[in-house]
């Protein structure tokens, strides 16, 4: 079971970037991914998640209207669409795999985790 998060780097302020978390192994196909972000001295933070099917799709208010989450099954990897970026989102970001996507989002329901990678926006 592998799961790893590519696509971050440097940006400037107002810019997009699109993250991909790319995942193999059994049950990750009938898995929810979900995609966090942790900033140094911050608490790892919920921001997407989307359910096995593409069905459920879910973004935490504090990026929502700027970010959005989809997956192509047929690749086994889900996006992370981020839009109109602020050096408030520079953090790392990490995908993860759930059985569900539900709002609360808690960092130790989610049992597989990727590497992280890190974005950075400047000013």
């Known amino acids: 079971v592998q799961l790893q998060a590519s696509g971050g780097g440097l940006v400037q302020t107002g810019e997009s970037l699109t993250l991909s978390c790319t995942y193999s192994g059994s049950p990750l196909d009938y898995y929810a991914i979900g995609w966090f972000r942790q900033a140094p001295g911050k608490e790892r933070e919920g921001l997407a998640c989307i359910s096995s099917t593409a069905g459920m799709k879910l973004v935490k208010d504090s990026v929502k209207g700027r970010f959005t989450i989809s997956r192509d099954n047929s690749k086994n990897t889900v996006y992370l669409h981020m839009n109109n970026l602020k050096p408030e989102d520079t953090a790392v970001y990490y995908c993860?795999?759930?059985?569900?996507?539900?709002?609360?989002?808690?960092?130790?329901?989610?049992?597989?985790w990727g590497q992280g990678t890190q974005v950075t926006v400047s000013s």
């Open positions: 993860a795999g759930d059985l569900l996507c539900v709002q609360a989002m808690k960092v130790d329901e989610y049992d597989y």
